[in-house]
């Protein structure tokens, strides 16, 4: 399945991160969708991903410190085989892109990627030799109403809470960014992470993006290389909106992948 980089480059900007749900099911039609770019999304031999219409006892208690998921009719799983070195960067590459499909059929997702039953979520899904499910997310109608720990983390109706850009990147100047580079780090600046931390750092040449963690530790039990796949995506789509497209080469630690710049359509 080639990205759908016009309708997902979109919901890059209109992606917030939901934990209060209406608990209606998801329409036949929409979640028909939702089932096959889980299916047909597979960049990725070593991660895929489920959604099931079942999430009793999925959620379990609070997620950071930004609440509890309620009303959630449906989650999706992010399974990974964990005998590729790289399935966490490529868990959350792959996830995202179900995330922004979700987003632009208008519904609400929240990545959960520490705080669910991971028992619970294997019992719905049938995994194969050496897959474990990485994370998950809450998929469903938002409320209109966002909840408290909601309106803390979009600063009660500001845009997205992130640092500033020239603080994740190095290379070339931000004052000297222009075209398709510009637009991959803007998008890549507003990937979600686990508990808004966003690990990821930007090493920035004439043709290409390197994608680098702040450092070793992973922090809440998460994988921060999970949260730089996230970026990665948002990076891919924003240079393909832009009339660019490129390969990722996947790097040693610190640095997690490198997007290099294949061809420029100037049409």
Not at 3 to 30: D, G
Not at 120 to 137: D, G, M, P, R
Request: glycine fraction near 8%.
């Amino acid at each position: 399945m080639e990205i759908p980089y016009q309708r997902w480059y979109k919901a890059v900007f209109q992606r917030r991160s939901r934990r209060l749900y209406n608990y209606l099911h998801i329409e036949r039609e929409t979640f028909e969708k939702l089932i096959s770019v889980c299916n047909n999304f597979r960049p990725f031999d070593s991660a895929r991903a489920i959604i099931t219409e079942n999430t009793k006892g999925i959620f379990k208690g609070i997620i950071g410190a930004y609440g509890k998921i309620r009303g959630s009719p449906s989650f999706i799983a992010f399974i990974g085989d964990m005998r590729d070195r790289n399935v966490q960067e490529k868990a959350g590459y792959t996830g995202e892109g179900i995330i922004l499909e979700a987003t632009s059929l208008g519904l609400g997702t929240c990545w959960v990627g520490k705080s669910f039953d991971p028992e619970i979520a294997t019992s719905f899904i049938e995994l194969k030799e050496y897959e474990k499910v990485i994370a998950v997310a809450s998929v469903g109608y938002a409320s209109l109403e966002e909840s408290f720990e909601e309106k803390i983390l979009t600063g009660f109706g500001k845009a997205h809470h992130r640092k500033p850009l020239g603080k994740m990147m190095s290379g070339i100047k931000e004052s000297e960014l222009s075209g398709w580079i510009r637009e991959a780090l803007v998008s890549a600046r507003l990937a979600p992470s686990a508990v808004n931390r966003q690990p990821w750092r930007f090493f920035v040449e004439e043709n290409s993006i390197t994608v680098s963690v702040d450092n070793l530790n992973d922090s809440y039990g998460i994988s921060k290389r999970l949260d730089c796949g996230i970026a990665m995506l948002h990076i891919e789509v924003a240079a393909l909106y832009s009339g660019v497209s490129g390969k990722w080469e996947f790097l040693e630690p610190p640095d997690v992948a490198k997007f290099k710049i294949e061809s420029e359509n100037s049409g």
